[in-house]
């Protein structure tokens, strides 16, 4: 896992495949915890595969951050995982950008 802060409050996080992936987001979920003042970019770039446990962990961050006012993007999501997030019906409720700069746009046009 690679964390960058962008700006004082945009963290981006490049997460790896399952099954990292998992550990990685409980490492993010403790971060927004902590912090409480974050909005966050993950980058899916080397994530093919998503599991359950992960989508559930998410969802748990999705849900910190925006009881918090802040936001999760997603970027640089690979074909199957977008996949995976529609069959799911989860396409819905994540936002994502193609790459990271789209991302960054998209938080710093809602702050």
């Known amino acids: 896992?690679?964390?960058?802060?962008?700006?004082?409050?945009?963290?981006?996080?490049?997460?790896h495949r399952e099954p990292e992936m998992g550990g990685e987001l409980q490492t993010v979920c403790d971060i927004v915890n902590d912090r409480g003042d974050c909005d966050i970019i993950l980058?899916?770039?080397?994530?093919?595969?998503?599991?359950?446990?992960?989508l559930a962990k998410l969802l748990k961050l999705r849900k910190t951050l925006e009881e918090q006012g802040h936001q999760l993007i997603?970027?640089?999501?690979?074909?199957?995982?977008?996949?995976?997030?529609e069959v799911?019906?989860?396409d819905g409720i994540f936002q994502l950008a193609a790459d990271e700069t789209l991302?960054?746009?998209l938080v710093t046009h809602s702050s």
Do not use: R, W, Y
């Open 1 to 15: 896992m690679e964390i960058q802060n962008l700006t004082d409050d945009v963290i981006l996080v490049k997460i």
């Open 43 to 54: 980058n899916f770039s080397e994530v093919d595969i998503i599991t359950s446990p992960s």
């Open 88 to 90: 799911t019906g989860l």
């Open 103 to 105: 991302a960054s746009e």
């Open 74 to 85: 997603f970027c640089s999501v690979q074909e199957f995982t977008k996949h995976a997030f």
